[in-house]
């Protein structure tokens, strides 16, 4: 695992403190890991919104495609 050293000014520090007791993490390392995962899935979640978004007119959801979903999943038919 690499390492990367921070400075944080003395209140952004005493509050990682209180949120490491308070919330029993290890240490502040897995605190500030534990962050940064939240921020990279809120980004990905994001990415995929907006792919979506653009992905063109939405297909409705009903018994038949349901059915087809279903199908494929199990391996009866070719995506």
């Given at each position: 695992m690499?390492?990367?050293?921070?400075?944080?000014?003395e209140?952004?520090?005493?509050?990682?403190?209180?949120?490491?007791?308070?919330?029993?993490?290890?240490?502040?390392?897995?605190?500030?890991?534990?962050?940064?995962?939240?921020?990279?899935?809120?980004?990905?979640?994001?990415?995929r919104?907006?792919?979506?978004?653009?992905?063109?007119?939405?297909?409705?959801?009903?018994?038949?495609?349901?059915?087809r979903?279903?199908?494929?999943?199990?391996?009866?038919?070719?995506?």
């Amino acid at each position: 695992m690499a390492t990367m050293n921070i400075s944080l000014p003395e209140d952004l520090r005493d509050f990682v403190n209180r949120k490491v007791a308070a919330q029993s993490y290890s240490s502040t390392s897995e605190y500030l890991r534990e962050l940064i995962r939240r921020e990279r899935d809120i980004e990905m979640l994001r990415e995929r919104l907006l792919a979506g978004r653009d992905s063109g007119p939405a297909e409705p959801i009903d018994d038949a495609w349901l059915a087809r979903l279903r199908a494929r999943a199990a391996g009866e038919i070719a995506e």
